[in-house]
C-alpha cells in the first residue's frame, strides 16, 4: 500500500478535495462576475479601470496558488477525518472573503482599510492552511506531508509579510500591496515539497 492510500477503514481524500474544487471554483467565478466594464468608450477610461484590474489579478492568482497547493497537498495525505475536514472548511471560510475584500480594494485601492482588510483575509487564510497541514501530519505522523513540510520556512515568511503589509497599509496601501505580490511570487510555483 503506498503512502496516499487510505488505510483500511479509513477516509481518502477524493470527496474532500473534489468539494474543495467547487468552492475555489465558485470564488473565483464571483471575482470574474465582480469585474466592471470601463466608463466610457476611449482607452482613457481603460486606464481608470486598471488598479481594479490589478487587484483582479492578485487574487485570481492567489486563488490558484491555494489550488495548486492544496491539490498536492491532498493527494499527497493518505487518511483525512473530521478535524482535517473542519481545518479545510476553515480554509475555505478565509478563500471564501477573497473577492469582497477584492471588490473593495477595487473600488477604493488608495484608502488604508480596504488594504490592510486584503492582508487580513490573506493572512487569515494562510493561518488557516498552516492548521490544516498540522493536523493532516497529526492524522498521518509519518506520512509524506510529515516528511515534506518540516519547519515551513516558506508559509512563515509569508505570514511575516502580510503581517507587515497589514500595519504598513496605514502608512501606505501601495507598500502593502507590494508585499502581497511579494509573497504571491514566493509561491507561484507549486510546493515543490510536495511531489506525487
Known amino acids: 500500500m503506498s503512502d496516499s492510500e487510505p488505510l483500511p477503514g479509513r477516509i481518502g481524500t477524493s470527496r474532500l478535495e473534489a468539494f474543495s474544487d467547487g468552492v475555489m471554483a465558485v470564488i473565483i467565478t464571483l471575482m470574474a462576475l465582480e469585474l466592471k466594464e470601463p466608463l466610457g468608450d476611449g482607452f482613457s477610461a481603460l486606464g481608470h479601470r486598471v488598479p481594479a484590474f490589478l487587484i483582479y489579478i492578485l487574487s485570481f492568482v492567489f486563488i490558484g496558488i491555494y489550488w495548486n497547493n492544496h491539490h498536492h497537498l491532498l ?6 477525518g473530521g478535524g482535517v ?4 472548511l476553515h480554509l475555505l471560510f478565509w478563500l471564501s472573503l477573497v473577492p469582497v ?3 473593495w480594494v477595487g473600488t477604493s485601492y488608495r484608502s488604508t482599510a480596504p488594504a490592510a482588510t486584503y492582508g487580513a483575509v490573506a493572512l ?6 498552516y492548521v490544516l497541514v498540522r493536523t493532516i501530519i497529526r ?3 509519518g506520512s509524506t506531508v510529515a516528511a515534506a513540510i518540516g519547519s515551513d520556512t516558506k508559509g512563515r515568511i509569508s505570514m511575516l509579510l502580510y503581517s507587515a503589509g497589514i500595519g504598513l ?3 501606505s496601501p501601495w507598500i502593502s500591496y507590494g ?3 511579494v509573497v504571491a511570487v514566493i509561491w507561484i510555483i507549486p510546493d515543490r515539497r510536495l511531489r506525487w
Not at 75 to 80: D, E, H, V
Not at 124 to 129: F, S
Open 75 to 80: 493527494r499527497a495525505t493518505p487518511n483525512i
Open 85 to 88: 475536514m473542519w481545518a479545510n
Open 101 to 103: 475584500a477584492t471588490e
Open 124 to 129: 487569515g487564510a494562510a493561518l488557516a492552511y
Open 139 to 141: 492524522v498521518n505522523p
Open 169 to 171: 497599509a496605514f502608512l
Open 179 to 181: 508585499l502581497y505580490a
